[in-house]
């Protein structure tokens, strides 16, 4: 995550996309909620986020090294991009906070590590190679906590569904900021929509399958790949955390623009691979 090069001027209104009342499915019913206030609308370049206010954050591994970031969408799948899909030994860390500092829950003298690893059992990426996006399935399921627990994903079309009409978002990972530093504790930004020219490079324009964002005191940079890029909607009532992106390309030098992968133009497609790889589930 980049850090601020200058002072800025914060306004303090500003919010995480466009809150609405409406109704949908979901893909898991116990997603996107906290138990933690941490998850709030501001604007920096790159914080600590809440300690249990990003509880679906996965660290992507591949032979034991993090590589990338990811999203837990259900008790069994992470969603990351396909970029950071390796045809090597694969497995996921969940519920990190701190990689330097590891936090413990003890109970009559006996404490256990809130992070954890799960090997990976199947990788899926998409059948078309142009599409930056992939699903991890883990050996086992999650159990979900206060610090494990998936994001939200839309399904269909009746809850505000379409990214186009979200003015910012929120992004977090581990990943390095501008000047290389690799940063230990999670980060969060808000990043504003921009229009899709903004990030085409000659040859290279992009279509609804991708969402151009950015800031100028914040991005997203090496080693935040694969993490989500979301928003707060209502649902029944309630407040919750929907993915609406994937990190897939960012500007060499984090100099303020990213391209994440459209979530929503591929809901069928991840959909299709649950049900699909959901055979010998526990």
Excluded at 19 to 25: F, K, L, Q, Y
Excluded at 109 to 133: E, L, M, Q, W
Excluded at 205 to 230: F, Q, T, V
Aim: glycine share 10%; hydrophobic share 35%.
């Amino acid at each position: 995550m980049r850090l601020p090069i200058r002072q800025l001027v914060i306004v303090a209104c500003l919010f995480i996309g466009i809150i609405r009342t409406e109704s949908g499915r979901l893909l898991e019913n116990d997603c996107g909620t906290t138990s933690s206030n941490g998850y709030r609308a501001r604007i920096d370049g790159g914080r600590d986020a809440g300690m249990e206010s990003n509880p679906w954050m996965v660290r992507v591994m591949i032979s034991g090294k993090a590589v990338c970031g990811g999203s837990l969408i259900t008790a069994r799948f992470v969603l990351t991009a396909e970029h950071c899909i390796s045809p090597m030994y694969m497995n996921v860390r969940l519920g990190e906070y701190d990689t330097r500092h590891p936090i413990f829950d003890c109970d009559d003298f006996v404490c256990t590590p809130r992070a954890y690893n799960v090997d990976v059992d199947r990788k899926i990426v998409h059948s078309n190679p142009g599409y930056d996006i992939g699903l991890l399935r883990m050996q086992r399921s999650v159990i979900f906590s206060n610090y494990v627990r998936p994001i939200c994903l839309i399904l269909g079309k009746t809850l505000g569904g379409n990214p186009l009409s979200i003015l910012r978002f929120n992004f977090t990972g581990w990943g390095t900021n501008s000047d290389g530093e690799e940063q230990d504790r999670l980060q969060t930004a808000t990043l504003q929509q921009l229009p899709q020219w903004s990030c085409e490079r000659p040859g290279r324009p992009l279509d609804i399958s991708y969402i151009c964002a950015g800031s100028y005191i914040s991005d997203s940079c090496k080693g935040d790949s694969g993490g989500p890029l979301s928003a707060i909607r209502t649902f029944e009532g309630q407040g919750r955390v929907f993915q609406f992106g994937v990190a897939s390309q960012g500007l060499r030098l984090c100099s303020g623009l990213g391209i994440y992968t459209n979530v929503t133009h591929f809901t069928d497609w991840i959909l299709d691979v649950i049900q699909n790889h959901s055979d010998d589930f526990e």
